[in-house]
């Protein structure tokens, strides 16, 4: 897609976040054209050195933002983050309550200096009793069930990614579009918006929550669950690979079972109904095992894409790679990481005008563009040098 036809073109962001959530939020805002400005400190966000599971943090979701340093401990950098806002349509923060007053940049501040502004802080939790507490992803998958529903009670899971960080930063960039419609409509304030962890994560459990209001029954964990398919499981191929099936409709009983060499099912008078099937799984699932165990990945997948039965080989994230839909135009888009190095990403999942969002986006060397800005605002206090971020071991 060209600037021209971004959406945000026009709005700018200044943001100060770290990790996952905040910077997420801007990293969707900077993709739907908005001029995103990250504000670093001198030894830069933390998370562009981190290693490990971490190496991704930084360069995913800062990519596409301009990188300005200013060192707070100093009055003129503190009025410079200052002039910056006063440009600004939006603020992005995600520090705990009390830390931005200690630079000037308290809730009563902005609102007397910018009342234009919205301002967004991604927080631990909404306002009550916890909103005082420092949260992680993992955390709140525990507290709020989530991890118990993913494992077992016994044995809690996190998800295996940032999935509810990733999330909230979602319902930031919602809540944003929200309010810039809501001024755009003529409102002369900007908004005060704030994003909990936690209640993104009980957003996510809801379904559990509002399904125990309803029958007083305690939802099973997904180890422990109820199928509420006669197959609905994962099996072994013939070449070693496992595949998952899902059978959810009385037309797909009938093609699986013709297909495979089950007419024996469809013969069963006690196997009318998916009820029967279900009750029947101990029986059924055997037989289908042995059935697909016959075939290679390839050849069920053929059959099972002709029968509009869904199904899913077992794949690890790097297989993701060499995956065909994900390999065609526009699925994976070319980003430059601070060091020049390219990598490539899934793109913004959405099509805009039949587009996809996200290629060439470049991940700025700490301090890129603080003398640029600097400029623009009349600011004629000396640049923090440019340090470029290394990569991550």
Same mark, same amino acid.
């Given at each position: 897609?060209?600037?021209?036809? *971004?959406?945000?073109?026009?709005?700018?962001?200044?943001?100060?976040?770290?990790?996952?959530?905040?910077?997420?939020?801007?990293?969707?805002?900077?993709? +739907?054209?908005?001029?995103?400005?990250?504000?670093?400190?001198?030894?830069?966000?933390?998370?562009?050195?981190?290693?490990?599971?971490?190496?991704? @943090?930084?360069?995913?979701?800062? /990519?596409?933002? =301009?990188?300005?340093?200013?060192?707070?401990?100093?009055?003129?950098?503190?009025?410079?983050?200052?002039?910056?806002?006063?440009?600004?349509?939006?603020?992005?923060? !995600?520090?705990?309550?009390?830390?931005?007053?200690?630079?000037?940049?308290?809730?009563?501040?902005?609102?007397?200096?910018?009342?234009?502004?919205?301002?967004?802080?991604?927080?631990?939790?909404?306002?009550?009793? $916890?909103?005082? /507490?420092?949260?992680?992803?993992?955390?709140?998958?525990?507290?709020?069930?989530?991890?118990?529903?993913?494992?077992?009670?016994?044995?809690?899971?996190?998800?295996?990614?940032?999935?509810?960080?990733?999330?909230?930063?979602? @319902?930031?960039?919602?809540?944003?579009?929200?309010?810039? $419609?809501?001024?755009?409509?003529?409102?002369?304030?900007?908004?005060?918006?704030?994003?909990? *962890? @936690? #209640?993104?994560?009980? @957003?996510?459990?809801?379904?559990?929550?509002?399904? $125990?209001?309803?029958?007083?029954?305690?939802?099973?964990?997904?180890? #422990?669950?109820?199928?509420?398919?006669?197959? $609905?499981?994962?099996?072994?191929?013939?070449?070693?690979? =496992?595949?998952?099936?899902?059978?959810?409709?009385?037309?797909?009983?009938?093609?699986?079972?013709?297909?495979?060499?089950?007419?024996?099912?469809?013969?069963?008078?006690? *196997?009318?109904?998916?009820?029967?099937?279900?009750?029947? /799984?101990?029986?059924?699932?055997?037989?289908?095992? #042995?059935?697909?165990?016959?075939?290679?990945?390839?050849? +069920?997948?053929?059959?099972?894409?002709?029968?509009?039965?869904?199904?899913?080989?077992? !794949?690890?994230?790097?297989?993701?790679?060499?995956?065909?839909?994900? +390999?065609?135009?526009?699925?994976?888009? !070319? !980003?430059?990481?601070?060091?020049?190095?390219?990598?490539?990403?899934?793109?913004?999942?959405?099509?805009?005008?039949?587009?996809?969002?996200?290629?060439? +986006?470049?991940?700025?060397?700490?301090?890129?563009?603080?003398?640029?800005?600097?400029?623009?605002?009349?600011?004629?206090?000396?640049?923090?040098?440019?340090?470029?971020?290394?990569?991550?071991?």
């Amino acid at each position: 897609m060209t600037g021209t036809e *971004l959406p945000l073109e026009g709005v700018r962001v200044v943001e100060m976040t770290h990790m996952v959530m905040g910077p997420t939020c801007g990293m969707i805002l900077a993709q +739907l054209g908005a001029e995103v400005i990250k504000v670093e400190p001198p030894s830069g966000d933390k998370t562009r050195t981190l290693g490990g599971m971490g190496t991704a @943090f930084f360069p995913l979701f800062n /990519r596409g933002k =301009r990188s300005v340093v200013l060192d707070f401990a100093l009055a003129e950098d503190r009025e410079t983050m200052h002039r910056l806002l006063a440009t600004a349509d939006v603020f992005l923060e !995600n520090f705990r309550d009390g830390q931005l007053e200690k630079q000037g940049l308290g809730r009563e501040e902005l609102r007397r200096r910018h009342p234009h502004l919205i301002t967004v802080g991604h927080k631990g939790f909404l306002s009550g009793p $916890y909103e005082h /507490r420092p949260a992680l992803d993992e955390v709140v998958q525990m507290m709020s069930g989530l991890a118990t529903m993913t494992g077992t009670k016994e044995k809690p899971q996190r998800v295996g990614s940032s999935a509810n960080d990733i999330m909230g930063g979602m @319902f930031g960039a919602i809540s944003i579009l929200a309010a810039l $419609y809501h001024k755009r409509g003529g409102a002369a304030a900007g908004a005060e918006i704030r994003i909990g *962890l @936690f #209640e993104n994560c009980l @957003f996510l459990v809801a379904q559990h929550m509002v399904q $125990y209001e309803m029958t007083g029954i305690k939802p099973l964990s997904m180890p #422990e669950r109820e199928h509420a398919w006669p197959v $609905y499981d994962i099996f072994d191929t013939a070449g070693g690979d =496992r595949i998952f099936i899902g059978v959810v409709t009385e037309g797909h009983w009938q093609s699986f079972c013709r297909e495979f060499g089950l007419q024996e099912f469809l013969d069963d008078p006690t *196997l009318r109904t998916t009820t029967d099937r279900i009750l029947a /799984r101990a029986r059924i699932l055997p037989r289908v095992a #042995e059935a697909i165990k016959r075939r290679t990945m390839p050849e +069920l997948a053929a059959k099972l894409d002709a029968l509009n039965i869904c199904f899913s080989a077992i !794949n690890r994230p790097e297989d993701l790679f060499d995956d065909p839909h994900v +390999l065609r135009p526009g699925g994976l888009v !070319n !980003n430059i990481d601070a060091d020049g190095a390219p990598f490539r990403v899934p793109a913004l999942p959405i099509e805009w005008n039949g587009a996809h969002i996200g290629e060439g +986006l470049k991940v700025s060397p700490l301090g890129a563009d603080t003398a640029a800005i600097r400029a623009e605002l009349g600011d004629h206090q000396p640049a923090v040098p440019e340090r470029a971020a290394g990569r991550r071991a």
